[in-house]
């Protein structure tokens, strides 16, 4: 079992700034897929953007040139840099960790909200 626990959301206006820290209970393996998903009020969620085991990454089109995600193994945490945001983006971030059996935790997620 692996514990996520997300920290950083908040209240923030049209074109500010945050980031958003996912601290792993166990350390996290070159080999994990650790990323970043998002659930509006009365939409599904999705994702946002993850590393893959490979340390490649991707994006959501939404977001591409404004997130940046990034780990820190020896910290057991993942980070996602937020910026130039938009009320859009206004949403409960989860982080999402799968291991290499496919196993997946989630974090118990964090409210970004967007707005002036």
């Known amino acids: 079992q692996v514990q996520l626990v997300e920290s950083g959301g908040g209240l923030v206006q049209p074109g500010g700034s945050l980031r958003l820290s996912c601290t792993a209970s166990?350390?996290?393996?070159?080999?994990?897929?650790t990323g970043w998903y998002r659930q509006a009020p009365g939409k599904q969620r999705e994702l946002v953007a993850h590393i893959t085991s490979s340390s490649g990454t991707n994006y959501a089109d939404s977001v591409k040139g404004r997130f940046t995600i990034s780990r820190d193994n020896a910290k057991n945490t993942v980070y996602l840099q937020m910026n130039s945001l938009k009320p859009e983006d206004t949403a409960v971030y989860y982080c999402n960790l799968r291991n290499w059996r496919s196993m997946e935790y989630w974090g118990q997620g964090t409210q970004v909200t967007v707005s002036s």
């Open positions: 166990r350390t996290i393996l070159s080999i994990d897929t």
